[in-house]
């Protein structure tokens, strides 16, 4: 095995799980963005959905991995009131908030 080969190997190994993940898609993030932004925009709070929803959106796509994704959306539909999915997309929320 050349050293290129050990040294690709060892940075696999060495890496965090999150690093290796398969990220979310953008065009899924994108389509959530825009759901976000109807819903928003229906509710008028007066917030600025556009800018509320990108951070929510970019948020997700920094700290889900495409598993997660899957697993938090599928678990919604089942039940949009499950507390797992509510907490995690809750904690994203909170996080633009304040952010904003």
């Known amino acids: 095995m050349r050293l290129t080969g050990i040294l690709a190997v ?3 190994i060495a890496m965090p799980a999150a690093v290796q993940a398969e990220a979310i898609p953008q065009n899924i993030v994108g389509e959530y ?3 976000c932004v109807s819903s928003c925009a229906s509710n008028d709070n007066g917030r600025d959905c556009s800018e ?3 951070c929510v959106g970019d948020r997700m796509s920094e700290q889900w991995s495409k598993e997660d994704y899957d ?3 599928t678990a919604y539909a089942a039940n949009p009131d499950d507390a ?3 907490g995690k997309v809750d ?3 909170q996080q ?3 952010a904003l």
């Open 84 to 86: 797992e999915v509510r």
């Open 52 to 54: 509320f929803c990108g």
């Open 71 to 73: 697993r938090y959306s």
């Open 33 to 35: 963005v825009d759901a």
């Open 96 to 98: 633009c908030a304040g």
């Open 10 to 12: 060892a940075a696999a």
């Open 91 to 93: 904690g994203l929320v």
